[in-house]
């Protein structure tokens, strides 16, 4: 059984820009743990005989009608931007000058 350490949970955490106390990082240490655990029981599972699938279900084509619906204020939109300029979100170049 494989466990993650306190400082992988750190790191993703880091990666996922989420502040975390002390007692969430045990917490989260610990069911992250169990997580993997449970990804590694599933890994063992033989699936020789099961026909590969894109989908659970086969279902194509489902559509829903356009609504209009109230977007998200611009305010609340950029609350947790890592970087902002005004009224935009900060990214940095993918394309170049």
């Not at 659970?56 to 609350?79: C, G, K, M, T, Y």
């Not at 890592?82 to 000058?97: N, T």
């Amino acid at each position: 059984m494989s466990s993650l350490t306190r400082e992988e949970v750190e790191k993703v955490s880091l990666l996922a820009r989420l502040r975390l106390s002390e007692e969430e990082l045990s917490t989260m240490t610990e069911q992250m743990s169990q997580i993997v655990s449970y990804v590694e029981l599933l890994e063992e599972v033989n699936t020789d005989d099961v026909e590969p699938m894109a989908h659970a279900v086969e279902q194509h084509n489902i559509f829903a009608e356009d609504a209009e619906h109230e977007s998200l204020p611009r305010d609340a939109a950029l609350a947790n931007a890592p970087k902002r300029d005004d009224e935009c979100f900060r990214v940095p170049a993918v394309l170049g000058d």
